[in-house]
């Protein structure tokens, strides 16, 4: 038998002729339809720069902290938490699906003040996620499940590249409101009224905390107070994306001030958080989702669902990056660092800019 199947096997290799061209045929290709895409517009120009050879060339793209050197920049706060990590010797078991509690707990009272009602009667649920981008998302799906009273999401014009793909990928239609003046340089507030007042009620409107991307353009202090009154006044549910907390002004209350300013005035709010940039932990991609509910129950059902969200998705988060910012928030010595280098940061990127601008109009721009 043995020797019939070795004949037949020599039979069937000489029935081939590689002169001849004669191979057995190709399937056809699964993915004929699949057209090329466009490099993404942030993170092309990143590659592009990779690729580039001259000495003198810049990185205009991603949004990412660099020395003097146009190095990339690693807070002391965060070498030293983690040595502290690393001498504890700690193991890498998965975390929970909602991420590592103590980072949770830490992120939430970044965002809302330790002493925030909505943290004291437990009625807000915090998860870890895969920075602000994956917080974005998790907050999408969440909508698209649960918020079906109304679909539309309202971006301001013009918003992060991001939020467009994200919330139209979880299949929820996406509408703008006036935002920026171009002929000004600064906020449109006569026509973020107008627009935001005549939104559908219980749609969701986003709004950026502070340092709004792309223009850096943020409403006062008496502007996002009348913005309050008028989304209240039309019932529409709030989506705050902070991805730049102490990173703007250097101050952390006073980039989280309209946040909290919003939960005072009885909104319960939606809001992601990444440490990318306030941190320097781009690669570690730390960030987390926060709903704040009526009450603790509420709290509680909500967070049920927000697993059963992630669970298909990436099971759950990362656990590096989370313990560095739990480390640093929650050692006295390591978060007075960390105000001071955030400080840093911000103050430097701000006088780089007055700088930028000075220089700019002695050349006649």
């Not at 002169?19 to 056809?28: K, T």
């Not at 890498?92 to 939430?108: M, R, T």
């Not at 627009?195 to 792309?214: F, G, Q």
């Given at each position: 038998?043995?020797?019939?199947?070795?004949?037949?096997l020599?039979s069937?290799?000489?029935?081939?002729?590689?002169a001849?061209?004669?191979?057995?045929?190709?399937?056809?290709s699964?993915?004929?339809e699949?057209?090329?895409?466009?490099?993404?517009?942030?993170?092309?120009?990143?590659?592009?720069?990779?690729?580039?050879?001259n000495?003198?060339?810049?990185?205009?793209?991603?949004?990412?902290?660099r020395?003097?050197?146009?190095?990339p920049?690693?807070?002391?706060?965060?070498?030293?938490?983690?040595?502290?990590i690393?001498?504890?010797?700690?193991?890498?078991?998965?975390?929970?699906?909602?991420?590592?509690?103590?980072?949770s707990?830490a992120?939430a009272?970044?965002?809302?003040?330790?002493?925030?009602?909505?943290?004291?009667?437990?009625?807000s649920?915090?998860?870890?996620t895969i920075?602000?981008?994956?917080?974005?998302?998790?907050?999408?799906?969440?909508?698209?499940?649960f918020?079906?009273?109304?679909?539309?999401?309202?971006?301001?014009?013009?918003?992060?590249g991001n939020?467009?793909?994200i919330?139209?990928?979880?299949?929820l239609?996406?509408?703008?409101?006036?935002y920026?003046?171009?002929?000004?340089?600064?906020?449109?507030?006569?026509?973020?009224l107008d627009?935001?007042?005549?939104i559908?009620?219980?749609?969701?409107?986003?709004?950026?905390a502070c340092?709004?991307?792309?223009?850096?353009?943020?409403?006062?202090?008496e502007?996002?107070?009348?913005?309050?009154?008028?989304i209240?006044?039309r019932?529409l549910?709030?989506?705050?994306?902070?991805?730049y907390?102490?990173?703007?002004?250097?101050?952390?209350?006073?980039?989280?001030?309209?946040?909290?300013?919003?939960?005072?005035?009885g909104?319960?709010?939606?809001?992601s958080?990444?440490?990318?940039?306030?941190?320097g932990?781009?690669g570690?991609?730390?960030?987390g989702?926060?709903?704040?509910?009526?009450d603790a129950e509420?709290?509680?059902?909500?967070e049920?669902?927000?697993?059963?969200?992630?669970?298909?998705?990436?099971?759950?988060?990362?656990?590096?990056?989370?313990?560095?910012?739990?480390?640093?928030?929650?050692?006295?010595?390591?978060?007075?660092l960390?105000?001071?280098?955030?400080?840093g940061?911000?103050?430097?990127?701000?006088?780089m800019r007055?700088?930028?601008?000075?220089n700019?109009?002695?050349?006649?721009s």
């Amino acid at each position: 038998m043995a020797l019939l199947k070795s004949s037949k096997l020599v039979s069937a290799i000489g029935a081939f002729s590689p002169a001849m061209g004669v191979f057995p045929a190709r399937a056809s290709s699964w993915w004929t339809e699949v057209q090329m895409g466009p490099p993404d517009p942030i993170l092309g120009v990143t590659e592009a720069f990779k690729r580039d050879t001259n000495p003198k060339k810049m990185n205009l793209g991603v949004g990412a902290y660099r020395d003097d050197n146009g190095k990339p920049f690693v807070l002391s706060c965060v070498r030293k938490a983690e040595a502290l990590i690393a001498s504890q010797q700690l193991d890498k078991e998965y975390l929970g699906i909602g991420g590592l509690g103590e980072f949770s707990k830490a992120c939430a009272e970044l965002a809302l003040g330790p002493d925030n009602e909505v943290l004291q009667s437990k009625r807000s649920i915090t998860v870890q996620t895969i920075s602000g981008t994956g917080s974005l998302r998790i907050g999408a799906n969440f909508l698209s499940r649960f918020h079906t009273v109304a679909r539309d999401v309202y971006l301001p014009k013009p918003t992060w590249g991001n939020h467009t793909p994200i919330f139209r990928d979880a299949g929820l239609q996406l509408k703008a409101y006036r935002y920026y003046d171009p002929s000004t340089c600064g906020f449109d507030f006569a026509g973020a009224l107008d627009d935001i007042s005549k939104i559908p009620e219980h749609s969701v409107i986003m709004l950026h905390a502070c340092a709004h991307n792309p223009t850096g353009v943020d409403p006062r202090p008496e502007q996002w107070k009348e913005m309050s009154e008028v989304i209240k006044r039309r019932k529409l549910l709030v989506f705050f994306d902070m991805a730049y907390q102490g990173f703007a002004s250097g101050d952390i209350d006073r980039d989280a001030w309209a946040v909290r300013h919003f939960i005072q005035e009885g909104h319960n709010v939606l809001l992601s958080q990444s440490f990318a940039k306030n941190m320097g932990l781009y690669g570690e991609r730390v960030g987390g989702f926060t709903v704040v509910c009526a009450d603790a129950e509420e709290a509680k059902r909500v967070e049920s669902q927000l697993k059963i969200l992630i669970r298909p998705i990436y099971s759950n988060p990362p656990m590096n990056g989370a313990r560095i910012a739990s480390t640093i928030l929650h050692t006295p010595d390591l978060r007075t660092l960390w105000l001071e280098e955030v400080k840093g940061m911000a103050d430097r990127i701000i006088s780089m800019r007055e700088l930028l601008v000075a220089n700019l109009k002695k050349e006649g721009s």
